[in-house]
């Protein structure tokens, strides 16, 4: 079975300094993998997506990367700001799953200003 | 890119009773998901919201307690029933085409009493 894994589960960095978050996985039959951000009771805002035949996704200040035959996506966040801080997390969509994510547990990240 | 809705946004209710939350999304879709977050945890899959048929069930959560309906591909309802405090959760649809971006709702905020 398919197991994903965030580390670090919390991050505290000052406004300024780049974000490294990193996501695992076991199998490396997979579609693709999402990163996603959640605030605090809210719902997921979608960042970015890998094709499974992709080596790495930008949108703007947000650099996501996967090397699927090690089972590693890093998702890192330029030059930080208060507003980035949420909850970050991960999933993949494995091949056999018709569809379905896999989750990650979440990385909790606070950027003081 | 779809655009989900849910309905209600949050919810106090009283032990026993039963709640039902509507997901509509803005453009027909392949897959439609219900997902359950408690309080300090990820995301757990509920189930897969099937258009004309019986929705398919994750290990763990049954048809009586959270039955679900998928009239069209733009719309879907999950219940919780006889509630009990432990329901006490965020409720999250989720939507995505085939294989692509999968995309969610806001939230629906439970408490129950």
């Known amino acids: 079975k398919q197991e994903v894994t965030q580390i670090p589960a919390a991050l505290s960095v000052p406004e300024g300094e780049n974000l490294v978050l990193n996501c695992s996985f076991t199998d490396s039959a997979i579609y693709n993998l999402q990163w996603f951000r959640q605030d605090p009771g809210k719902g997921l805002t979608s960042l970015l997506l890998i094709q499974s035949s992709q080596r790495e996704q930008t949108s703007g200040r947000l650099n996501a990367s996967l090397d699927k035959s090690s089972g590693r996506s890093t998702l890192y966040i330029a030059a930080s700001q208060p507003g980035d801080s949420a909850t970050y997390l991960c999933a993949v969509t494995p091949t056999d799953s018709w569809g379905k994510f896999q989750f990650g547990a979440g990385t909790q990240v606070v950027v003081t200003p | 890119s779809a655009v989900i809705s849910q309905k209600p946004s949050r919810d106090i209710c009283q032990r026993g009773t039963s709640l039902t939350i509507q997901c509509q999304v803005d453009s027909q879709v392949t897959m439609m998901f219900w997902y359950r977050q408690q309080p300090g945890q990820s995301l757990t899959l509920i189930a897969t919201?099937?258009?004309?048929?019986?929705?398919?069930?994750e290990s763990g959560f049954v048809i009586d307690k959270f039955p679900i309906s998928r009239p069209n591909l733009t719309f879907s309802t999950l219940t919780v029933s006889n509630m009990s405090p432990e329901d006490s959760s965020i409720y999250l649809c989720?939507?995505?085409?085939?294989?692509?971006?999968?995309?969610f709702g806001p939230g629906t905020r439970l408490t129950v009493t």
């Open positions: 919201a099937n258009q004309g048929s019986e929705a398919t069930y």
């Open positions: 989720s939507a995505r085409q085939g294989y692509d971006e999968q995309y």
